[in-house]
């Protein structure tokens, strides 16, 4: 039993770096709760490390500005890329980790707050029916698909919302693969949630609203989720696939992602080359 003083889970003491780093890691390595509630939380980290590194808070060049303005040319190369942007340089320049920071950084807080809820909704839906490895490769590897066809297609953009396109395909394959009929109120709901974001995507850029929607970054991220998802209902009842290969391939995903962030901030922030 532990003191006044520590934790009485961890046994840290209170008030303690060491404690609030163990509370944290417990609460996000706990398997009952959805990844798609970790992957909220470090989206939501570098939206503000983003934040910050526009400046002070106040002011023409500061971080309120990058909340309600974010497409400011003055931000772009010194914020915006560095934190994750996708376009024709990923083949350019060969800046290949763009299609994976792209997916953790967002412009605006509307467009932060649109993809999580997005997520919150459909990310534990589709994590019931898959292990917490296979929907993170799900997540990563749709939103670099939907990245790197963006970057193909020659535009610019960021956000999470190709690899939450990739789970909103994976669960209507997977509905589809199980047998569900189209009738079925769950079927129904993915599909209209499917054809308001593509239809909303076309109807915002063709109004020229100032701003634009990477439809080709949904469409991407849309079809790399359901492909994945038929590879997985082919190997998921293989023991060496769902013990060993799949947390592999999450594991490995995850290290990737930090790579790329190092491997940005490196380029960006102080010229490695």
Request: charged share 10%.
């Amino acid at each position: 039993m532990g003191t006044a003083d520590e934790c009485p889970y961890c046994g840290a003491r209170r008030g303690s770096p060491a404690g609030y780093a163990r509370s944290w890691w417990r609460t996000l390595s706990d398997p009952n709760r959805p990844l798609s509630y970790v992957i909220m939380i470090a989206i939501g980290v570098m939206f503000a490390l983003t934040v910050v590194l526009a400046g002070a808070f106040f002011g023409p060049e500061g971080a309120l500005e990058a909340l309600l303005r974010p497409h400011r040319p003055e931000l772009l190369d010194r914020v915006i890329l560095p934190m994750g942007l996708t376009g024709s340089f990923v083949f350019t320049h060969g800046i290949w980790w763009a299609v994976f920071t792209s997916i953790f950084s967002h412009l605006g807080i509307i467009h932060l707050g649109f993809n999580l809820y997005v997520l919150y909704i459909l990310g534990p839906l589709l994590e019931r029916s898959v292990s917490r490895s296979t929907f993170w490769s799900i997540f990563v590897l749709s939103g670099a698909g939907g990245a790197t066809l963006t970057a193909m297609m020659g535009n610019l953009a960021a956000g999470a919302s190709g690899a939450i396109m990739g789970v909103l395909g994976a669960s209507l394959a997977l509905g589809y693969l199980s047998g569900r009929d189209w009738n079925d109120q769950v079927m129904q709901t993915l599909l209209r949630w499917a054809i308001l974001i593509f239809v909303f995507g076309f109807a915002v850029n063709l109004m020229g609203a100032g701003i634009r929607i990477d439809n080709w970054g949904h469409f991407g991220g849309f079809v790399t989720g359901g492909v994945l998802i038929f590879v997985w209902t082919q190997v998921k009842n293989n023991p060496t696939f769902r013990d060993t290969v799949s947390p592999i391939l999450g594991w490995a995903l995850l290290a990737l992602v930090v790579v790329a962030f190092l491997r940005s901030w490196s380029y960006f922030f102080f010229a490695a080359g």
